[in-house]
């Protein structure tokens, strides 16, 4: 069974400063995607990035960036420039391309933005 | 405006009551999701619909069913067989295959 493991429960970091969320996972497959998704106090899950598994650049948009090493299997978030908008819980998550699409979650990330 | 909403926000439930939460997507997506966060955790799958008329269960689907009779709507009932329905209750939908978008959630409680 596929699994996602994030070992950091918290983390914080300074306003406008670059923090780093961990994700691990485990899967026999080869073909999948990877995602980070944010949560804010709203509780709306955003979509923060993807990574498809067959591409081995990674994945950035704007201020936000992963680190895909898919032999470690490992997805980690980097967010530079932090904003005080930025303070949420973070989810990583895996689904596998070739199946009914349900997605795996981590126990999540709550990251805190100090002024 | 597409998009997901959910109805209600928040949702008070009696002992032995059944309950229904309501998700509808103007996305023209085949496919639908229910998923539960309980307090500290990651979301897990009740439900999910590929195509009308047809629907899967999850890892949780106990205590729980659904319908899909339109491809825009997937309602959710939390049967009175839960015995610990509290949680917050999230929608999402996707092309097949591709991202899941998700609404912004109903709150259950029980009375």
């Known amino acids: 069974a596929q699994t996602v493991t994030q070992s950091q429960p918290e983390m914080s970091v300074q306003e406008a400063e670059t923090v780093t969320l961990s994700c691990t996972y485990d899967?026999?497959?080869?073909?999948?995607?990877l995602f980070w998704y944010k949560q804010p106090p709203s509780r709306q899950m955003i979509l923060v990035i993807r990574q498809e598994a067959y591409k081995q650049q990674n994945a950035t948009e704007n201020r936000f960036s992963v680190n895909f090493q898919k032999a470690a299997k490992s997805f980690s978030l980097k967010i530079s420039d932090s904003q005080l908008g930025d303070a949420a819980m973070y989810f990583c998550?895996?689904?596998?391309?070739?199946?009914?699409?349900?997605?795996?979650f981590g126990a999540g990330t709550r990251l805190t933005v100090k002024p | 405006d597409g998009g997901i909403t959910q109805s209600p926000k928040y949702l008070f439930r009696k002992e032995g009551q059944n309950v229904t939460l309501s998700c509808e997507q103007n996305?023209?997506?085949?496919?639908m999701y229910w998923y539960r966060q309980d307090p500290g955790q990651g979301l897990r799958l009740i439900y999910y619909s590929q195509i009308v008329n047809d629907f899967q269960k999850g890892d949780i689907a106990e205590g729980y069913s659904v319908s899909r009779e339109k491809k825009e709507s997937f309602p959710l009932t939390v049967t009175s067989a839960q015995k610990n329905p509290t949680a917050f209750y999230l929608c999402?939908?996707?092309?097949?295959?591709?991202?899941?978008?998700f609404g912004p959630g109903t709150r259950l409680l029980v009375l």
């Open positions: 899967t026999s497959e080869s073909d999948y995607y």
């Open positions: 998550a895996y689904t596998y391309r070739g199946g009914n699409n349900d997605m795996r």
């Open positions: 996305l023209n997506h085949d496919a």
């Open positions: 999402a939908s996707s092309r097949l295959g591709e991202t899941q978008y």
